[in-house]
């Protein structure tokens, strides 16, 4: 289905002041409602990297896990999820980071990727990028690379997508809201 940029941005609702005062919260999920958005959403990124040469699909807990999964069957590609602490069994590996509203710690699992992958980075936001640069160090301390950073929506007045691009990562999202 084609996208209509339009159409998945009437679906985005704004939210203030939450979770905190100052915050604009851009909530995705009555895409997941909307059979017609998640489709023009899902076919969106299909499109982009069906022909990429891309080993596994990462994505941060907990929204990004609803795009990448539906995106990891349709391009039949390995799915490595990236956890808030304490969710995965087994060894992990941590990486605490800032986030726009506080602090948190992700986990990845111990030998989830490896030298030579080549791993496309979902995530549904992008706003400071510190989460991203979190899941970033997870997966590069563990011999991987970077293909590009996904996600639906970039607050670029939040500086975390031009920080990614600064350091040579390239970025891809679906639409973007200006200020916080
Ligand atoms: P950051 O690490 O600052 O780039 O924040 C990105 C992460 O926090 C994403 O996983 C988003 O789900 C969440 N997030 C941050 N700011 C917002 C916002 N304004 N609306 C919705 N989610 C947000």
């Given at each position: 289905?084609?996208y ?10 704004t939210?203030?002041d939450?979770?905190?005062?100052g915050i ?9 409602t ?6 023009m ?10 022909s ?7 994505c941060?807990?907990a ?34 980071y800032a986030?726009?509203?506080g ?8 030998g ?7 791993v496309?980075l ?7 990028g ?13 011999g ?16 975390g997508s031009?920080?990614l691009?600064e350091?040579?990562i ?5 639409c973007a809201?200006?200020g916080?």
């Amino acid at each position: 289905m084609l996208y209509d940029d339009f159409y998945v941005k009437s679906l985005i609702q704004t939210i203030e002041d939450w979770p905190k005062e100052g915050i604009s919260f851009r909530d995705i999920t009555p895409i997941f409602t909307d059979p017609k958005g998640m489709r023009m959403v899902v076919d969106a990124y299909v499109h982009r990297y069906m022909s990429e040469d891309i080993s596994h699909i990462a994505c941060i807990d907990a929204r990004g896990f609803l795009i990448a999964a539906v995106l990891a069957y349709e391009l039949q590609k390995p799915l490595i999820l990236i956890r808030k602490k304490g969710k995965l069994p087994g060894k992990t590996v941590s990486q605490k980071y800032a986030l726009e509203y506080g602090e948190a710690e992700l986990e990845i699992q111990e030998g989830a990727v490896q030298s030579g992958d080549r791993v496309l980075l979902f995530d549904d936001l992008i706003a400071t990028g510190g989460t991203l640069f979190a899941a970033i160090k997870l997966l590069t301390e563990q011999g991987a690379s970077i293909k590009e950073v996904a996600a639906i929506i970039d607050l670029p007045d939040l500086g975390g997508s031009e920080k990614l691009r600064e350091t040579g990562i390239p970025v891809f999202s679906l639409c973007a809201y200006d200020g916080e």
